[in-house]
């Protein structure tokens, strides 16, 4: 199944995409997806980041590629991670399929894509094993981590470099039944392939970071875990298009459009 | 004007703290604080967190005597923070004034306190002058940045050495008309008065880090800024009792509960 949220005219609703028609549901992600009666082309409506999470949780560093790569860039010895200690991202800097990534006017070039896997949680969780973790998740869909690397090198923390409004596109919509070990992402910039990997290739997979994670704190239904991604990234530049595609859910687009006030 | 969020029975509702009493409002923080003619006597009522934000910042190292302190625990030379970089802290780990601080049973002892002043902003804002700030601000809360020190200086991410659950007690409530430049801050534990300083001597001030933060990021109403802590901290053990009382506001108190599984 395939929940999205969206808007049409004035109005925000969660709705079940089947084919090219979304089935609104009542209520919210969380409230039993009982439809509504009301329909809409998808190509009509206007796909909103398909939840807005109490906590927004990220990996970071978790694919052995991308660590040698980071490290590399930094000009140090590739160290990788013991732990599943995960970071945060911002709620303010979310974005929806589509939308444009607004790049500020002082960005320098050094402004890159990261494709990867978002889980969305779906029950209250405190102390699950590895085998209990993926009963709390409700889904999977798609983010794209946008990082101005200057920023990231030099900021003491990485509050504008990664969490700049738009700077999280995330969606299209929220994809049920999937089994994590079989994911596989596709990240293009204007239909080249820039980069590919499949996710049960993470220094730390889901299960391992929800168990980890639900030793100190209480996931709640909403939240999300973005996973990292894997590789070298590249710059991408005004009027660029990042598609992200991972197998069973299908494909984040968002143009980059540069020069912001 | 002193606004809390509280629970009766199982309800829970906004209200004006007059004296000794809780007038309820209707709705919420941001629907106009309307009596519903209801009264409680506060101390009937059980405190909640005031304000559950969109995103929650943290200002971090933000008080030369502080940044001189915990530069010296690890080692290094001082090196005061050049731009107000803000940092970010979890949902999961708020609690409310009273409730019990669960530290986990593999803690180490290095379990301490960090009273600071929290900003509530309480309308949208971008690109705003320092001079426009406050404008922006709602009120102003308490907030203890409970932290475990051998988690801060060894994982790789700061998520349980200060986001376990109930690790950011924040409250009593929100206190509105009230200057920045004047409010003074008081730690006490087991009433001893273990550290205190003048907000006013922050490195980068209320209106420094929201027209920053607004260059690159939308502030919306609900969400949160702590402002840091001042000085050196001690550590805290089982059954001891952590007071932050900041003038104008009221007094944040906590006890440690040691060894939660």
């Not at 101005?148 to 090198?153: A, F, G, K, V």
Request: glycine residues 10%; hydrophobic residues 35%.
């Amino acid at each position: 199944m395939l929940i999205c949220r969206f808007r049409t005219g004035d109005r925000e609703a969660y709705g079940i995409v089947d084919g090219d028609t979304v089935l609104e549901v009542q209520g919210g992600l969380f409230d039993g997806l009982k439809e509504s009666g009301n329909k809409y082309g998808l190509s009509s409506v206007k796909l909103l980041p398909p939840v807005v999470p109490p906590t927004f949780y990220a990996a970071g560093i978790n694919f052995p590629e991308h660590v040698t790569w980071a490290a590399q860039m930094r000009g140090e010895e590739p160290n990788l991670p013991k732990k599943a200690d995960v970071g945060y991202r911002a709620v303010n800097a979310l974005t929806g399929h589509g939308d444009p990534i607004m790049v500020p006017a002082d960005a320098t070039e050094e402004l890159q894509y990261e494709g990867e896997v978002v889980v969305v949680i779906g029950k209250e969780c405190r102390n699950v094993s590895q085998d209990e973790a993926l009963d709390y998740v409700l889904g999977y869909t798609i983010g794209n981590d946008v990082s101005e690397r200057y920023w990231q090198r030099n900021d003491r923390t990485m509050w504008r470099a990664k969490n700049t409004d738009t700077f999280k596109p995330m969606g299209p919509w929220i994809a049920t039944g999937l089994n994590p070990d079989e994911l596989h992402v596709t990240i293009q910039v204007n239909e080249r392939v820039v980069g590919e990997y499949d996710l049960n290739t993470a220094i730390f997979g889901v299960r391992e970071y929800i168990s980890d994670m639900s030793k100190y704190l209480t996931l709640v239904p909403g939240d999300i875990l973005w996973m990292g991604t894997d590789g070298a990234t590249e710059n991408m530049k005004d009027g660029d298009v990042c598609d992200i595609t991972v197998t069973g859910i299908g494909t984040l687009s968002n143009p980059v459009v540069w020069g912001q006030a």
